[in-house]
């Protein structure tokens, strides 16, 4: 794979991982108090022109 092809990649995963867990803040902050809570979640990743779809599986544990 060539140096543009790992640094694009990069970019990319860091701006799912930044903003995935913006958004998963935000929705724990509106739901309120989660003590104890935990939430299976699950990220779907697909890429348009590739027959690709890798999916991650897990569980958050709500704010302590």
Do not use: P, W, Y
Not at 5 to 31: C, H, P, W
Not at 35 to 43: A, I, L, P, Q, Y
Request: glycine share 10%; net charge negative; no cysteine.
């Amino acid at each position: 794979m060539s140096e543009d092809f790992n640094m694009s990649m990069r970019k990319f995963l860091k701006q799912v991982g930044v903003t995935s867990q913006q958004a998963i803040e935000e929705a724990l902050r509106k739901a309120g108090d989660t003590t104890g809570s935990s939430f299976e979640t699950k990220m779907v990743l697909t890429i348009e022109g590739l027959d690709m779809e890798h999916v991650v599986t897990g569980k958050i544990e709500g704010q302590s």
